[in-house]
């Protein structure tokens, strides 16, 4: 089965346990105001340009067959003498996405590592996920996901899984509708699942200046997390005002609506209270 | 860090205070044209040269400081005219500047006996049945000696009048009697080095530092005189000592100055060597984040986890190092090469890389490149002719052949300066009464190997669309190069982006590097230099990786006409690899063994890969991973490419922005443009 991907990324140091490589599934039914993945929003193959270095010799425009509108045919990716342009996202089979992946088994392995999907959101490709998980199974997997999820799906995710790496980044429905476009129901039933899977994970939030970082937020969500047999950590990831870099490369403007250049609140005391621990990255 | 440090710190390094003490001279040739017609010989003026420049020192103690000594004269005269150095060599290869530089002298064989104990020891050689040459170069060491203790003497009497009664103390003891605390070895080790700069000496490196310091600093603690924290910041003012004249060092960029310090290694028992002392020097290099000493660390497979994390730590630092040597792959290439078994476990580098031994190699390992790419661009004509690949090859062998016997014919009857302190400093140079210069005990040369990922990548992509698809015919690819992709930018851009890289871990491009090292190491085997020495084969680059791309055409993987070539041992500029666990699965593949003349696999990393302590620990995990599998030597530098772009613009904010540019670590903003730029360049690669 085939599945798109946009990255695969080796030493990854931020994705689990050990050197990990990492891979970016393309597509997500959220769209949080803060994502720096832009290119990991749209399910299809997108051209990606970075402007900023081009000094419009024309060539692109020259050899482009569909100048309306962009048909990702890749013609103009050669013809930039700069290397300016590639085409982000791919179709691989599962199969061949594992069998690149078990290359580097005996190095991830010394390492304590393994690979991790990340995306875009990796359960929304769920059974080319699944499959490739499957054939990975000699292999430690993590993943990173939003935990927007079919809860049926899910569990069967959890279960070829060794290691969850979990956002929680509203605990606020409505507010998690405002900012993410979508509900936290789902994520949070999600959440209780995982916390039974008896699987180790990580919780994460990006904290996002007056968007989630309030005490009350974060005492919510400590709440939720109180006495959790398997939870090695929350992490709290301040928001990056370069998170808007790439949106200008996939033709989207960024377009926030908080304030981008407060400092967020990174105080984990909150969490300290409940007895759960955590640290800012 | 202590307050006294941060008074140090800001006195000599960002007051720059020193320089204000410095006198004017310029070299205007009226010495050596004195010199001449005092018909003095080479030695007698190299000696001249010293006494001229240690008697127009001008002492200056500040009364604080523990360890003295700083430069005032500004520049080393030359010892020959213009017209005699022309002469010479028309004679003879001169390497560089025809000085002695870029090796490791063995400053315990003055600091050890103290320059009485030395004297008795060349007098009693003077006893012997001497030649007058040998009768002559005898009394120009004892010479050398005086000339120093005569300048020690001159310091002793500033110190008084500065009111500073510790260097007064140090000074009334050292140089001529030997050091009996770790304060006076380290004023004896400054002077000895100071005093190889005013020979005009360079790249002086200091090498085995955490070994011949260690029983004076192990001493002072045992005895109770130092505890570790006054042990911490006397290492710490010898270390900025190495930071106080560094501008005047002779060297191609300032910053390339050799000051490199080696800690750790195995012993021949198969014991550790690194110990406290070591230990201390990578806290003092941390704290301090200065560019000199550059700190090597060598290790091993049963190297803990934890070294390479506090190597990692000062990575971190952004320092460009610690860099990494193998002792698993170096010392069996050293023994291969016929070094004897205890001289490869004391193994050192020389100013960036190349594997030398203290005290015992006058090896000149830098004395010349194996270009690599010049194996493509020479025989690249003959691509039409050829029916195979394998054809093809042949024709890139016969380069390296070719390129062996032009640089072995090259690099005969060298010539260099003498240099009686550092020859004190050498094994046997007082038994035969010969200088340094003339030889050592090893007397072998290196040659680099710079662009070989060009060389390789190239050959890869002309096996794939010549050879295999046949989608780009030989004759196209030859006029494409010729013309620099002129109106072919589509399938140059093909080539440049999406052909197979040496980096990417894929064995059939892997083993073309595999055979061109081979063939390298394989045209210099059993050959010998005019000095008995033998050839060694590298993979670094030094500034070959700029010098070496600018007159060469274009090339089939798709590098432009004049693009520079990748730094050392590394997957070319441009290329986007698949990551770094992919690049060194790849650069272990060679026999390295074979080619460990030294050059590092030079990788970068951003600085938020080193965000906290997990992190950290992965990268050091990250950097064993590479010895583990047989990577021979490796340099890893946290960078930011912003930092370094502004840094462009705004050098003004900037001013201690450090990077490792190829074997040496210098501050960027005073670096020329076309290293920058290949800095911000090579950033493009880093995960």
Known sequence: MYGTIFDIKQFAVFDGPGIRTTVFLKGCPLRCEWCHNPEGLSFSPQLMVSKAACTHCGRCKAICPSPSGCIVCGKCVRACPLGLRRITGKHVEAADLAAKLLKDRTYLEKQGGGVTFSGGEPTAQGEFLLETLRLLRPIHRAIETSGYCAPDLFREILSELDYVIMDIKHTDDALHRRYTGVSNQKILRNLEQLKKSGKPFRIRIPVIPGVNDSEENFRETAKLLTDTEHLDTVELLPYHQTAGAKYEMVDMDYKPSFQTDRLPNLNTAIFAEYNVPCRAI | MTEYIETLLKRFIADKDQKKYRISFTDDGTLAAAWKGENLNDLQRAVRRLQFMLENEVPHVYPDEKIALIRTVPQIPEIFTEQEREEIRKAHYIHEQGKV????????????????????????????????????????????????????????????????????????????KAPETYLEALQFLRLLHYCLWCSFNYHN?????????????????????????????????????????????????????????????????????????????????????????????????????????????????????????????????????????????????AACWEFIIPGRGADIPNINTMSYVRTITETLDLLPSCETFESYLELVHGSILRQTEELVSLAKNVYMEPAPLMSLMMEGCIQSGKDVSQGCRYNNYGFHGAGLSTAVDSLAAIRKYVFEEKTISAEKMVSMCR??????????????????????????????????????????EGKTNDRGGIYRAGTGSAMYYVWDSRDRIATPDGRREGEELACNYSPSLFIRCEGPVSIIKSFTKPDLVRVSNGGPLTIELTDTMFRNEESIRKVAMFVKSFFD??????????????????????????????????????????????????????MELSV
Request: glycine share 6%; proline share 4%; net charge negative.
């Open chain 2, 205 to 349: 490196t200091l090498g085995r530092f955490d070994q011949y310091m260690y029983p004076y600093y192990r001493a002072d603690i045992e005895s109770g005189r130092l505890d570790r924290g006054s042990a911490l910041e006397l290492t710490e003012e010898f270390f900025i000592s190495c930071n106080k004249d560094s501008d005047l060092y002779t060297g191609m960029q300032q910053g390339d100055n050799g000051q490199s310090m080696v800690l750790g290694g195995l012993n021949p028992d198969g014991s550790e060597s690194y110990n406290d002392l070591s230990d201390l020097c990578l806290q003092a290099s941390l704290e301090l984040r200065l560019i000199d000493p550059k700190i090597n660390l060598r290790v091993n497979r049963n190297t803990p986890l934890s070294l390479y994390e506090k190597g990692t730590h000062l990575t971190q630092k952004g320092l460009g190092f610690p860099q990494y040597a193998n002792d698993d792959i170096v010392i069996p290439a050293l023994k291969r090469w016929g070094y004897e078994e205890a001289d490869a476990y004391n193994y050192v580098v």
């Open chain 2, 629 to 682: 599998m047989g990577g021979h030597q490796m340099q890893i530098n946290a960078v930011n490419r912003e930092k370094m772009l502004d840094a462009k613009k705004h050098p003004e904010n900037y001013k201690n922005l450090i990077v490792r540019v190829w074997g040496w670590s210098g501050y960027f903003v005073e670096l020329d443009e076309c290293y920058q730029d290949h800095i911000i360049k090579r």
């Open chain 2, 101 to 176: 530089c870029n090796i490791n002298p063995e400053y315990i064989r003055l600091i050890a006996p103290g320059f009485d104990q030395k004297r008795l020891e060349i007098r009693a050689e003077l006893q012997k049945d001497c030649t007058p040459e040998k009768k002559e170069y005898l009394e120009a060491l004892l010479t050398v000696l005086d000339l120093i203790q005569a300048f020690a003497a001159r310091y002793r009497e500033a110190a008084e009048k500065a009111g500073n009664e510790t260097v007064a103390k140090t000074f009334a003891r050292i140089p001529a």
């Open chain 2, 483 to 524: 013309t620099n992709f002129a109106g072919c930018e589509e399938i140059q851009n093909m080539l440049r982006y999406e052909a197979p890289k040496f980096g990417n871990d894929d064995d059939s491009v892997d083993e073309l590097a595999k055979q061109l090292l081979d063939w390298a190491a394989d045209a210099l």
